[in-house]
T-cell receptor, first 116, second 112 residues
């Protein structure tokens, strides 16, 4: 498994501002993922972040709105830019851990974002 | 395309009883993994159990077991001896090479 620290745990932001969420892992991992969970909904993948390359974004998500950094194998950030109330969600990072013919994603505690 | 379906928006179970949460899936990939996660009101996603598509036996982890019926494309989660702390959202997910998709979730409430 992996221990994942995500900061901040929650924040209340004004529209038009940006928030950067940090995700720190206790071991080196190749793949990190960022998800959004809108109120009462399931998880939707925003992007996959591999160290040393540009993040791969899912349909409906763009780099200008959700820039991602992945400077090393234990750390990543997601920025939510020019926020609007529609961005109010839980944002979760996860890491892929491989072993014994299976790949499991472990998650951080999430960032609960409210945009006023 | 991969699809995960959880048809039970909410379930209730009496404390100490067993409960089954349903999950069906659809994929054309021959190799895939099936997962269950628990999400308490705090928001974190807790990994519970994994089943590989080629695994012959159903996965078990403590009070959690996965009833895997490959021909029916179902991967139901069974929680035995329910506890009050089991009250949470439960998500079924399917993944292949770390590309994971989640179902809509089932809210489980354990009654004292």
């Amino acid at each position: 498994s992996a221990v994942i620290s995500q900061k901040p745990s929650r924040d209340i932001c004004q529209r038009g501002t940006s928030l950067t969420i940090q995700c720190q892992v206790d071991s080196q991992v190749t793949m990190m993922f960022w998800y959004r969970q809108q109120p009462g909904q399931s998880l939707t993948l925003i992007a996959t972040a591999n160290q040393g390359s540009e993040a791969t974004y899912e349909s409906g998500f763009v780099i200008d709105k959700f820039p991602i950094s992945r400077p090393n194998l234990t750390f990543s950030t997601l920025t939510v830019s020019n926020m609007s109330p529609e961005d109010s969600s839980i944002y979760l990072c996860s890491v892929g851990v491989s072993g014994r013919a299976k790949n499991i994603q472990y998650f951080g505690a999430g960032t609960r974002l409210s945009v006023l | 395309a991969q699809k995960i379906t959880q048809t039970q928006p909410g379930m209730f179970v009496q404390e100490k009883e067993a409960v089954t949460l349903d999950c069906t899936y659809d994929t054309s990939d021959p190799s895939y993994g099936l997962f269950w996660y628990k999400q308490p009101s705090s928001g974190e996603m807790i990994f519970l159990i994994y089943q590989g598509s080629y695994d012959q036996q159903n996965a078990t982890e403590g009070r959690y077991s996965l009833n895997f019926q490959k021909a029916r494309k179902s991967a139901n989660l069974v929680i035995s001896a329910s506890q009050l702390g089991d009250s949470a959202m439960y998500f079924c997910a399917m993944g292949n090479n770390n590309d994971m998709r989640f179902g809509a979730g089932t809210r489980l409430t354990v009654k004292p």
